[in-house]
């Protein structure tokens, strides 16, 4: 059964910093799979603020997050990674991970993607 699972959420104050994990199980996370990190605040839509293209490499921040959020994988531990620094209280949701092999026509949007893990809350509070 193929499987992504977040982890390193929690509760942080505004400018902390969190880093959150997604491990695959179940197959391989290699450098086939584009990633994306998606993130559903409270009364609003899931959007897609990071993501990572296999094709190319080439790597999408949504503004809201630009120059404090950095995706990255490590392959060989089947993880990719999300290290969000100078976090804000408009930063609280919760964030899911997501991979495809798919080819994508748009780096970033949810429907391109088909592999989901279950979510992790971040709550940036003081």
């Known amino acids: 059964q193929l499987q992504l699972e977040e982890s390193g959420g929690g509760l942080v104050q505004p400018g902390g910093s969190l880093r959150l994990s997604c491990t695959a199980s179940?197959?391989?996370?290699?450098?086939?799979?584009?990633i994306g990190w998606f993130r559903q605040a409270p009364g609003k839509e899931r959007e897609g603020i990071s993501c990572?293209?296999?094709?190319?490499?080439?790597?999408y921040y949504a503004d809201s997050v630009k120059g404090r959020f950095t995706i990255s994988r490590d392959n060989s531990m089947n993880t990719a990674y999300l290290e969000m620094t100078s976090l804000r209280p408009e930063d609280t949701g919760i964030y899911y991970c997501a991979a495809t092999r798919l080819v994508l026509f748009r780096i970033c949007d949810e429907d391109e993607y088909d592999h989901w893990g279950q979510g992790t809350q971040v709550t940036v509070s003081s």
């Open positions: 179940g197959f391989t996370l290699d450098y086939y799979y584009h």
């Open positions: 990572i293209s296999s094709s190319d490499g080439s790597v």
